[in-house]
Nanobody, 120 residues
Framework: QVQVVESGGGLVQAGGSLRLSCAASGSSFSISAVGWYRQAPGKQRELVAS???????NYADSVKGRFTISRDNAEKMLYLQMNSLKPEDTAVYYC??????????????WGQGTQVTVSA
């Protein structure tokens, strides 16, 4: 099972950028689907972006055109480049790995996440 550790969050002004990183361990990273979730205070956790083991990407409508997900299988890393950040992007961001996109939410355990705060 793939274990993950998120990093790269912080405080940024609206319109700014951040790059989140997710370091994975385990031999199955390259054959796993991976994704980024976020959870804002008082809201449910939502899938922000995902990338399959074949490189197919999907984004939530709220981040399309602003966020880019990428993966480096050799380094076992997952990234989320976030541009044109908005206050409503404020949340704890989590990465996840699973056998398929459909099992991302339920496979394995959630990590500690990384806090992203966007000030107006």
């Amino acid at each position: 099972q793939v274990q993950v550790v998120e990093s790269g969050g912080g405080l940024v002004q609206a319109g700014g950028s951040l790059r989140l990183s997710c370091a994975a361990s385990g031999s199955s990273f390259s054959i796993s689907a991976v994704g980024w979730y976020r959870q804002a205070p008082g809201k449910q956790r939502e899938l922000v972006a995902s990338i399959s083991q074949f490189g197919n990407t999907n984004y939530a409508d709220s981040v399309k055109g602003r966020f880019t997900i990428s993966r480096d299988n050799a380094e076992k890393m997952l990234y989320l480049q976030m541009n044109s950040l908005k206050p409503e992007d404020t949340a704890v961001y989590y990465c996840k790995a699973a056998p398929s996109i459909g099992t991302l939410a339920t496979w394995g355990n959630w990590g500690q996440g990384t806090q992203v705060t966007v000030s107006a």
